[in-house]
């Protein structure tokens, strides 16, 4: 009788499983600190083996496909372990790249002394690099990011690699460089998105993409209208202060609605033959009332405008009215506008300025966010209520508390001193 002939490779696998069967039961309590740490660091090394060696099986499984009609060797592996289709897709990838061009990285793993996490790094890495880098310099690039790898874990080794250059090639680098990023930025421009849907809840979700430049603009922008005064970490707040702050995340939301509100429209494009408006319309008894509500009309273009459609408190209103670029039109019984905002519904520079140089801070009690972050409050007397917008009736809030100077749930108290004590109605 013939003696079957095992393949080297089914026989090695054949080994490990019985290899690791015969340690399944055994207990690691009793192994040395060193041990532990030996063994440790031989199993990542024996599993980057393991890896390479079913990348390189792998990429030459084509034919596995054709026994269950799977769109490639990636899917027939997904299918077959239960694993991911996106790790079974991107190991393929990998596979055909160290088949292919990648043999440094393919020895490396074949030594233990790169895992399948830095290669999957180094891959991406070299083939980032520009069609019109010779194949020397990629090599070389290939060759030190290897050596790297040594030190250096995934997360290190793409910020290496994104600089490759500049280390193998430096007489290239600016240049190379220069081409990719017009090259990113070109793609970025042709794929800048920006979504608005509504939810139903009385919220928008907006979800954009956009530019790295764009997004960093963004992000700038933001930060200058979050509070300074808070740790973005905690978000917490004095001890003195009976309104609980907001977490950082949450507080970009709220610093992004601030953004919108000091846009000032006549800056804006011509938009239906006059200047980009946003109107809030409003009866004038319920420009007064605690609970009331407004229409606000604007472009109307946001889909699934007819769940909840744009309504706001009176309250809102009355605090838009103080610092927003939003024009509030105050309806008479028969419908038609009384007022169309006042001239001088706005504070002006100078007037900021001096409200400053008085208040320094925020009027709340025991809040201390610098005035020049501040927004101008008609505290005094109201400009719902026929308020002038004059130095005698400002105030500087931050924004935190001037969305609660005009929140029904909170009462007021001015002290000696001027400032606002604030307590939640019960």
């Not at 088949?99 to 790094?121: F, I, K």
């Not at 000032?264 to 605690?290: E, F, M, Q, Y």
Request: aromatic share 4%.
């Amino acid at each position: 009788m013939t003696e079957q002939v095992v393949h080297p490779i089914v026989a090695a696998a054949t080994d490990v499983r019985s290899t690791l069967k015969s340690v399944a039961d055994a207990n690691p309590t009793f192994m040395t600190t060193a041990d532990k740490a030996a063994v440790l660091t031989e199993l990542v090394r024996a599993e980057a083996q393991l890896a390479e060696l079913r990348l390189r099986i792998l990429a030459d499984a084509g034919e596995l496909v054709h026994e269950t009609a799977a769109k490639d060797a990636a899917g027939w592996l997904a299918k077959e372990t239960r694993t991911r289709f996106a790790d079974a897709r991107a190991d393929l990838a990998l596979a055909g790249a160290l088949d292919r061009d990648r043999a440094l990285v393919a020895q490396a793993m074949r030594d233990g002394s790169v895992t399948l996490a830095q290669a999957h790094v180094i891959h991406r890495a070299v083939d980032a690099l520009p069609s019109s880098v010779d194949a020397e310099t990629v090599e070389r690039a290939e060759a030190h990011l290897v050596a790297q790898a040594a030190e250096f874990g995934p997360k290190e080794l793409g910020r290496i690699g994104r600089r490759i250059l500049d280390v193998v090639a430096p007489e290239i680098a600016e240049a190379v460089e220069a081409a990719r990023l017009a090259d990113l930025e070109a793609d970025a421009a042709d794929r800048i998105r920006l979504t608005l849907r509504r939810l139903g809840d009385g919220t928008t979700r907006i979800s954009g993409r956009v530019p790295d430049a764009l997004g960093t603009r963004f992000a700038t922008y933001l930060e200058a209208y979050s509070n300074p005064r808070v740790e973005r970490t905690t978000g917490e707040a004095p001890a003195s202060d009976p309104v609980a702050r907001a977490p950082y995340a949450k507080r970009l939301g709220q610093a992004f609605a601030q953004l919108l509100e000091a846009i000032d429209p006549r800056r804006l494009p011509v938009h239906g033959g006059d200047a980009t408006t946003v109107i809030v319309t409003i009866p004038l008894a319920s420009l007064k009332a605690d609970l009331a509500a407004a229409d606000l009309v604007g472009a109307g273009l946001v889909p699934g405008d007819d769940l909840t459609g744009d309504r706001l408190t009176a309250s809102e209103v009355r605090r838009l009215a103080c610092t927003a670029a939003i024009l509030p039109a105050v309806l008479g019984g028969d419908g038609l506008p009384l007022d169309l905002g006042r001239s001088r519904r706005l504070f002006g520079p100078a007037q900021r300025k001096a409200l400053v140089i008085r208040d320094r801070t925020c009027r709340a009690e025991g809040c201390d966010v610098p005035g020049a972050w501040r927004e101008a409050h008609h505290g005094r007397d109201p400009w719902a209520e026929g308020g002038r917008t004059d130095l005698a009736d400002g105030e500087l809030l931050c924004t935190h508390h001037h969305h609660r100077a005009h929140d029904a749930r909170f009462r007021l108290d001015r002290l000696a001193n001027g400032d606002l004590r604030f307590h939640r109605r019960r």
